[in-house]
């Protein structure tokens, strides 16, 4: 079969067993006396007011878009970038006019203002 | 080895049951979660119809790509606009996003 | 006499023998063989992890003149055991309202992360775990995994503090990603080639020559990934406590820490393996196996100093300075290196060396010193425009 | 059975397993969650399809900055994460009979098409993938055109959703 992805699956197993196998003996060995302070959230010692589970802004999530974007852009980028070095300027022409049409919207995102955190 | 059918019926059970969850969830990221299962089945579908069928034809791989591009653009405008929906309507629930139903 | 001209193989090839002699199919033992190879790099991995927290703490100490551990053993070396034989002992406390899946997960997730890197690090010409032909896409997914994990461990833990400072570090992580992203083009365009071994084969000139502009922009964006200082927002101590992992405690804590310094020993070898020639040394990699090795273990610790020397050096950045950088100036100077660099090579990829060379990198040197200049114009108008304001305001 | 047989029905088991779960759990955060798990179960199955550049993007788009965006989305969209009331509308045994239905059709369909038990070729061992996406996608005749299209149309969405999402104060 596909031997090479065994060998990454054998590191995502392993990689996961690890920290798994730690963790458990860290439980075995470790005293356990809970009681209701200890497990309370921790804040410096002051009394927590009002759920944590709650909205945020926006801001992040504008990131995270812009990210989004740029994060599909560059996987048409990579079998470009691979193959560029064979196929003569003409490509390299067409990469760059596909990263310029990204960049104007990189440059619409930044004169809209919406880059700055607020 | 694997007959394509596998495939096949895998990645139509991972549409159903995206398509289940656009029909019947209540609110509009959920229905956005069932849409990103279904775009996903037909991934599988392309990538398994490129391996089985003449590798050299690099068609499956490519279509499976633009897709992930469409799915990108797809989710980055839907979430937006739920986001901003939540904001002026104070809701997620789709049926109660009823601003052009008259 | 082949055993020590490669005793990785001989091992492995003995090893083999012995499994087909007891019955088993050549397919099978080769499978065994590749799983016992793992489960050795792994644990030399762990170990080396834990001689890292020594090698972070004698560092800091000397960066702030003072001596390190020192009691327990030869220049404080047990002391890291002893370390670790206290988070193994100490009582693991979960908060009450915590979603307890979701945070055990996360520091499994955490070091996973990190660990499944190493299985595209070739660590000789002939010790490559997989030449993966998507290695440098598999060190950003491996990347996405590691944002995944600390933005559960954030909600998780049912903590504001916890959660305000995993969307910082997600924030700053998902930014961050996109000019390490576009500067891993630049060695992709240079060798044709996404693999990390045929990268480093075809550095026959170190591409910090070819690119020094790009090596500096990959180190920063690094050192943002890895959510240290001068960008260790996430864990701003002084606001947010200790970030997304507050309410973790014991082994669970241990994780994070053991994953977040393996982490930048991680990055400090592929600063070395993209720009530095990885286990190339002028020819000592041919020599024997172990000595590559030595030698990229000796370029990636000196990676990991620099990543220190910046940690020691520089105080933290606020956010909206840190994000503003990213966007406005390392995201559009990267993609302008990756256009100029890409046509530079179109153009002088059949004249002769030293022409390619020169010509890289005076591009390079003219970016530079353009977006340099650039910026220090911006600024200082900047500068002039709000402290107009300031003096308006007063008068 | 081969061992590549239960590998694949291991996957997919998981995959379809933590589909389920996308679409009937109560809390948003967790239906994320488990869209990670099973984004993450269809890209084993690319790499079992030896498509290893889809697998290794699945992660990075879907996990890296898709889930992320979800999982932003669902924190911003409640006041209390902890969903109270039905998170299915009235429709819900409707739509699983006709999920299920489009199923049975589908399945139906399937195994009336003569290739349905075809069993792929060997790879070409020196077979480039990325050299042959790299050549497709820039080559006039092949698919050049939907290669800048796809840069125009993440520009629209860009400057869509930044503009609809953004809040002027």
Known sequence: MNNEWLFVAFFIVIGALVPIAAISVAWLVSPKKSNPIKQSTYECGIETVGESWVQFKAQYYIFALVFLVFDVETVFLFPWAVKIGQLGLFAVVEGIIFIGILIAGLVYTWRKGMLEWS | MIPISWYLTLSAALFSIGLFGVLTRRNAIAILLGIELMLNAVNVNLAAFWRYGDVNQITGQIFAIIVFAVAAAEVAVGLALVISVYRKKNTVIAEEIDLMKW | ?395 | MTISQIIFLVVAGFTLASALMVVTTRNLIHAALFLVATLFGVAVVYAILQAGFLAVVQVVIYIGAIAILFIFAVMLTRRDMRDRGPQMNRMQWIGALLALLIFIGLSFLLSSWDGYSAVAQEMPADFDTMGRLGEALVSPDAYLLPFEVASVLLLAALVGAVYVAYTRR
């Open chain 3, 1 to 395: 006499m082949e055993f020590w001209k490669d005793p990785l193989k001989a091992a492995a090839d003995w090893l083999a023998g012995i499994l087909v002699g007891w019955g088993l199919a050549s397919q099978v033992s080769q499978v065994i063989i590749a799983f016992l190879g793992v489960l050795i790099l792994i644990s030399l991995l762990m170990v080396l992890d834990i001689f890292l927290v020594w090698v972070e703490r004698k560092t800091v100490a000397r960066f702030q003149d003072r001596l390190g551990p020192n009691r327990l053993g030869p220049f404080g070396l047990i002391q890291p055991f002893a370390d670790i034989i206290k988070l193994l002992i100490k009582e693991d406390t979960t908060p009450g309202g915590a979603d307890k899946w979701v945070y055990n997960l996360a520091p499994v997730l955490s070091m996973m992360s990190v660990l499944m890197i190493w299985a595209i690090i070739p660590l000789a010409p002939t010790v490559v775990g997989v030449d993966l032909n998507v290695g440098i896409l598999y060190l950003i997914a491996a990347g996405a995994i590691g944002t995944l994990s600390i933005i559960m461990a954030g909600w998780s833990s049912n903590n504001k503090f916890a959660m305000i400072g995993a969307f910082r570090e997600v924030a700053i992580l998902v930014s961050f990603e996109i000019p390490m992203l576009t500067i891993l083009l630049i060695p992709t365009v240079l060798s044709g080639t996404m693999g990390i071994n045929g990268i480093i084969e075809s550095q026959s000139l170190w591409y910090v020559f070819l690119s020094p502009l790009g090596a500096l922009i990959f180190l920063i964006a690094a050192i943002a990934e890895l959510g240290r200082a001068p960008f260790d927002m996430g864990e701003a101590e002084s606001e947010l406590v200790a970030g997304y992992n507050i309410e973790y405690s014991g082994m669970k804590f241990g994780m994070f820490y053991a994953g977040e310094l393996l982490h930048a020993f991680t990055f400090g070898g592929f600063w070395a393996i993209f720009f530095f020639g990885g286990y190339r040394f002028f020819g000592l990699e041919k020599v024997h196996p172990f000595l590559a090795v030595a030698v990229l273990i000796f370029k990636a610790m000196l990676g990991y100093w620099v990543i220190m020397w910046v940690k020691y050096t520089l105080m933290r950045i606020r956010i909206d300075h840190m994000l503003a950088l990213n966007w406005k100036f390392l995201t559009p100077l990267a993609f302008i290196l990756l256009m100029a660099t890409a046509l530079t090579n179109a153009i002088l990829k059949n004249s002769s060396i030293l022409i390619y060379w020169a010509g890289m990198f005076i591009v390079n040197i003219i970016i530079a010193f353009v977006a340099l200049e650039i910026a220090r114009r911006v600024s200082t108008a900047q500068r002039a425009r709000l402290e107009g304001r300031k003096g308006a305001a007063a008068a």
